[in-house]
């Protein structure tokens, strides 16, 4: 059996001493006659090769609750205080190489340069259009912040960014963050890599944050399956004032639903957990599937109307974007 390099904990309803796995749902599991079948198919739209944004320029420290989208998982939380980014990615290419692999299109929606003090790095999981070890190196030494994380992602941070603060979590669990901001870590029905050989060795997870000026759900990257992890969120954790919602990189569907959800199933994730608004998030920035550039914002819109939603409960974040919730 292959060995666990980042976590060796015993096992339990979701890791079986080797691998994570999400209990009782599909298989996330895709093998190479698969892959083949999908990129032999060539049903990948065309998108622009690069979509020009005004950035935003954020205020040093915000008292209510303002979240600005950077682009993809990546955004900046400016709640009670404190600056926290989920799942920061800076770098040109979502890849363990510089010369290959998915490409940005849109230019992040903050300039580094402009980003106020951050205080705290919500990480989901360690796929590369999420951890981005060269992003945190640089927040490392110009922030030097609290990096927040499922278990075995410390091991992938620590050995990238030597001195890094970092704090882990299994499913559930509930980290201090400071400021009287916590994070609970939340269930999600994903996987997670950073080579072939190391697939589903650390957990993946959302962050339910608690803090003074209300509640907000980041929900990481995650399938539907049978939804009963959402239920279970809603029962622990109540409806988030704010959820941040994935809504692209779903087609084809045979291939994507055990792992990302459509906009229509976002929307389901959206009544499921009770949230009081939602930004649409994981879309538009790196092309990792076959649908249009625009494709979730207009299915977004066509799910809400099909579920009798009004349309400013549950906006599609630009990037350079900034919104206020009271």
Known sequence: MARNRYHDDPPSD??????FFNPGQESTDRGLRAMLRWKLA???AKWPPMVQVTPAIPRMRVEGLTITMVGHASLLIQAAGMNM????????????????????V????????????????????????????????????????????PLGNDAVVRAAVPGAQCITGDWWDRLDVGAGISTTLTPANHWSNRWPSDTRMTLRSGHHLDTPVGSIWFVGDTGYGDGRIFGEMRERLGGPDVALIPIGAYAPRWFMAA???????????FTDVGATRALGIHWGTFQLTD?????????????????R??????????AGGTYHFG
């Open 309 to 318: 939603i009004a349309p400013d409960r549950f906006v599609a974040a630009q």
């Open 291 to 307: 649908e249009a550039r625009e494709a979730p914002v207009d299915e977004l819109a066509n799910a809400l109307t099909d579920a």
């Open 14 to 19: 979701h890791f079986d001493g080797t691998r």
């Open 259 to 269: 792992q990302h959800v459509d906009p229509a199933e976002a929307v389901r994730i």
């Open 42 to 44: 060539g049903t990948a």
């Open 106 to 149: 849109t230019v992040p929606g903050i300039a580094f340069e402009s980003l106020p003090p951050i205080d705290v790095v919500l990480l989901s999981h360690a796929h590369y259009d999420h951890l981005d070890v060269d992003t945190l190196r640089r927040l490392h030494a110009a922030h030097h912040p609290l990096m927040a994380m």
């Open 85 to 104: 980014l989920t799942d920061p990615v800076w770098s040109e290419r979502a890849s363990p190489f510089r010369r290959f692999g998915p490409k940005r």
